[in-house]
């Protein structure tokens, strides 16, 4: 079947298995490596879709267990989709449900079928499977939809998360069987395997010739040491086929996407920059910046001299410490409007220095700036 989803190679870095890459979706071209901001329910929190289109955006993440609950995919579906829905013509990537299930619901039942849980919202009861969420990635209309899985906890035995992973595997079948006639959106299969080389090997031989256009590192991210997660991180992309788009779930802080690029990742989501902004942090090139704290009282400086953002050309650190004491909205919209223009200008920094064979120098340049993570 012809994919609605591709990857294309542009560029190998010849020091690291960095790469420069473009994915082609129903709703226009996503250059790689890319950072995708997190709309979890059909919004990216305290954002306008025009801003985050304005600073680059070219693909954002919605969450099937959210929009499942609320309002309902069949509403979204009744509304034409939630490209329509939130006012978002670029692309869209649904994440399946598991991994929110595990996170927020309160998990009941783990069977072959499928999860049964009960809602975070109301506490009613539920139940996804790999049909189910594909129904509603469908009814919600996503460029790429995710595959149905399970994130191993961490840490987890051996023999859980090899059982686990197997499942997880004929999760993904079910998907496929399911998507099959979806010819306007791609199914993305998930890795699994736990902080276990050799079971990520396994999950990787298992997936990888089901022939789907990019492949996820699902089950990292999860609480494990940051040396852990890079080694086995450094380990299994290379399992994944070097002509499909790579995606690391959930990484999003700086030297993790550093790090994860390094490692040949073209494809990142994280709810780190929105986060933080509303609890008063923002990402600068000179580190972290706590606008709470008393020393930025009488700083009328932007957050970040080398910033050309609409909070950064308007605003001084002494407003923005204002702002967050009187616990004012306006704060969450600048902050978040700043750490994602952050994120993204990043992105498309890394992709150029790919480009000009020049990625270790502008790590280096970037770390050297930044300061301790
Ligand atoms: C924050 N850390 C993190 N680890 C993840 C693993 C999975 C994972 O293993 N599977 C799925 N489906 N999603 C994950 C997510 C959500 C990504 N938006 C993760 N987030």
């Known amino acids: 079947m012809k ?10 870095d010849q020091r690291t298995k960095a790469r420069r890459g473009r994915v082609t979706t129903p709703h226009g071209t996503i250059e790689t490596p890319v ?3 997190v709309g979890t329910a059909a919004t990216v929190k305290a954002m306008r879709p025009e801003q985050v289109k304005e600073m680059g955006a070219e693909i954002i993440l919605s969450n099937t267990y959210h929009l499942y609950l609320r309002p309902g995919h069949d509403i979204v579906k009744a509304a034409g989709g939630l490209h329509k829905f939130m006012n978002w013509d670029k692309a869209i990537l649904t994440d399946s449900g598991g991994f929110q299930v595990f996170s927020l619901g309160a998990l009941r039942k783990i069977t072959e079928e499928g999860v049964e849980f009960r809602s975070h919202i109301d506490g009613s009861k539920h139940m996804l499977s790999p049909e189910k969420s594909m129904e509603i990635q469908n009814a919600l209309g996503s460029d790429i939809m995710m595959a149905f899985d399970e994130c191993a906890p961490y840490p987890a035995d051996r023999n859980y998360v090899k059982n686990s992973l197997e499942r997880t595997t004929r999760w993904l079948k079910r998907c496929k069987e399911y998507h099959q006639n979806m010819e306007n959106q791609s199914l993305f299969g998930i890795m699994q395997g736990g902080m276990y080389k050799d079971l990520r090997y396994e999950s990787a031989m298992q997936i990888v010739d089901l022939d789907l256009p990019g492949y996820a590192i699902g089950g990292l991210s999860v609480g494990e040491p940051k040396e852990l997660m890079l080694d086995v991180l450094d380990d299994c992309v290379d399992h994944l086929p070097a002509e499909k788009a790579r995606y690391l779930m959930g990484v999003g802080s700086p ?3 550093f790090e994860g690029v390094e490692r040949g990742v073209d494809m990142f989501d994280c709810v780190l920059p929105t986060r933080i902004a509303r609890h008063g942090m923002a990402m600068t090139s000179y580190g972290r910046v706590n606008i709470k704290n008393a020393k930025y009282e009488r700083d009328f400086e932007p957050l970040d001299p080398e910033c050309d953002c609409y909070t950064c050309k308007n605003y001084s650190k002494a407003y ?3 702002l967050y004491k009187c616990d004012e909205m306006l704060s969450a919209m600048l902050l978040s409007n700043h750490n994602l223009h952050f994120l993204v200008k990043m992105m498309g920094n890394i992709r150029t220095a790919i480009e000009e ?9 970037f770390y050297a700036k930044y300061g301790r993570f």
């Open 3 to 12: 994919h609605a989803v591709t990857y294309e190679l542009l560029k190998t």
């Open 35 to 37: 950072f995708m901001p």
């Open 255 to 257: 030297d993790y996407l």
């Open 320 to 322: 923005l410490r204002h």
């Open 357 to 365: 064979e020049r990625f270790l120098e502008y790590k280096n340049e």
